[in-house]
């Protein structure tokens, strides 16, 4: 009983620790003069996640890039060109006087499996969750081999964590937007 009551205390400290984090940043200010704004892509990502009875458990968004760290990334090569030139249907928007290519879409995932790490092997396997807050945008395909692909993750980006059970399905709400020259 012991050893229960130990390891609930270190799963209830490390979430809420874990949940925090952003917040307690977001509340610091920064005199931070490194600029995000050359990136030739911005990546704003939306995250539902609901349970097998189609509950809503969280909503996670992008972390904001100017914390300092990476929140939104992309792979810098042709092929995330040409990815999304394929991805969905393109619009032409202008945010404080630049104009981006905008497009949006949807992927989903169900947790169909208990999915476990080697890092967290002992401290999640009973309860059969798992923490994650990274999104991926990963396209395959014969059209890729041209570029010397099989596979590749063009985009990611990072949210709160979000801890996902069997059942549980995530809905991600993408859009990137690609800078015009």
């Avoid at 458990?57 to 040409?82: I, K, Q």
Wanted: overall charge negative; proline content about 2%.
């Amino acid at each position: 009983m012991k050893a229960f009551t130990i390891s609930l205390l270190c799963i209830t400290f490390v979430a809420l620790i874990t949940n925090s984090i952003p917040s307690i940043i977001a509340d610091e200010s920064f005199d931070n003069e490194e600029s995000f704004e050359d990136s030739k892509y911005k990546i704003y990502l939306h995250v539902l996640v609901r349970n097998a009875q189609d509950e809503l458990v969280t909503v996670a968004e992008t972390l904001p890039c100017e914390l300092g760290s990476y929140c939104s990334e992309y792979m810098d090569h042709e092929v995330t060109d040409y990815a999304f030139d394929k991805l969905g249907k393109k619009e032409i928007i202008t945010i404080d006087n630049i104009k981006y290519e905008k497009i949006q879409f949807i992927d989903s995932y169900g947790k169909t499996a208990n999915t476990i790490t080697y890092y967290n092997q002992y401290l999640f396997d009973m309860y059969d969750r798992e923490p994650t807050g990274r999104w991926v945008v990963e396209i395959c395909g014969e059209s890729l081999n041209k570029f010397g692909f099989e596979c590749a993750k063009i985009f990611q980006s990072r949210t709160s964590i979000v801890w996902l059970e069997v059942g549980d399905v995530t809905t991600s709400h993408w859009t990137i937007l690609k800078k015009i020259n």
